[in-house]
């Protein structure tokens, strides 16, 4: 390791083949990267606005704390921006500095809605000199420090500069990430609004499950409850809450089984027809054979409810029972057998 100096004389770090990293702002993101680029090899300095009021030991060995332009100097190419895009113009002093840098914008959207342009492409407005890259915005700050687990370990990146996002794609593989190139920066518009989609693969299996269960439930009410009362006038409403759903699950869960293997047929027919394994699959069906893991488990848990239920309402039956015999020896002991089966039937239904 050796040192250059700014023009006041101070030393800055720097480490032969590591380059060193700059990150802006000392917050949460901020310091789990760091933890994270150290442990990775990187040297690091973080830019705060006021260095020294960060106290010791929240930033690890081998992070340096400076001011926001020291930081900015010394890194040699990649600058994390890990402040909110609400203070991204208080950086305009550190222009020049930041002119022909790589700099990472992390900051999500905060609403779904479409607003013109993202985070990412007013901080490139902001900087028209510097290679606004956008990524990391998808992963936690604790994912950050704990490691990469299966479900986090994608980092969605997009920029104009494809020479700059290598850099990034580069360093996040070194990180112990998975880099997803989404192409140029006006992706950053989907990249910015990811995390607020909760579990995104699960929305279609849960559309379709939910779909289901109401067309069968609604198959049900109508067979075991709508039409007997209609014809012979039966109070079956009772049902609607346990048994009338304890009929819908299984045949939702048994769709959703079909549904997991019927896309493998398709594609098995396509493949045929084609006469070739080596083409795209249309598009449709790709998403689907995609979500059948998703799939699998929906009818996983249907079935296990059904199964839950069953037993309950077995339970019931078996009290029900019970309290039938309990009734009938208390008649056979003397008791007033009215008062016996009114108490049954009500506890029965
Ligand atoms: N926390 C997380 O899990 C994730 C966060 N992100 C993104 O990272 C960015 C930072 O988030 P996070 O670290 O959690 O936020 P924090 O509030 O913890 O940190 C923000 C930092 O911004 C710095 N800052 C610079 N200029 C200003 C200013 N004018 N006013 C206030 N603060 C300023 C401050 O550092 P100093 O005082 O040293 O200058 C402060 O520590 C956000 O854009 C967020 O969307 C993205 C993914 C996950
Ligand atoms: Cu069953």
Known sequence: QYHRTTMN???????????????????????????????????VVVGSRNPKRIPKGLFPDGVELRSQREAVDSAERVIFAAIYPEHYSTLVGLRDGLAGKVLVDVSNATRLDDGELSNAEQLAELFPQSRVVKGFNVISAWALQTGAHDGSRQVLICSDCSDSKATVVQLTRRLGFSPVDLGGLVASRDIEKAPLHLFPSWEGATLVTFLLFL???????????????????????????????????????????????????????????????????????????????????????????????????????????????????????????????????????
């Open 9 to 43: 004389g101070e030393s800055l770090p720097q480490r032969l083949g590591n380059p060193v990293i700059g990150i802006i702002g000392s917050g949460d993101f901020s310091r789990s990267l760091a933890i994270r680029l150290v442990a990775s090899g990187f040297s």
């Open 215 to 349: 067309f069968f439930y609604g198959y049900n009410v109508v067979k075991h409850v709508l039409l007997p009362y209609l014809a012979h006038g039966e109070h079956n409403f009772y049902q609607l809450p346990l048994e009338t759903v304890n009929q819908t699950l299984p045949a939702v869960a048994l769709i959703l089984l079909g549904l997991v293997y019927l896309p493998g047929l398709v594609a098995a027919v396509l493949q045929l027809a084609r006469g070739t394994k080596y083409k795209r699959f249309p598009s449709w069906l790709d998403r689907w054979m995609c979500r059948r893991k998703e799939l699998g488990l929906m009818s996983f848990l249907c079935a296990g409810v059904h199964a839950v239920y069953s037993m309950c309402l077995t339970l019931r039956r078996a009290a029900g029972y019970r309290l039938l015999n309990a009734a009938y020896r208390q008649v056979i002991g003397g008791w007033n057998l009215c008062v016996c089966l009114s108490v049954v039937s009500g506890i029965w239904n």
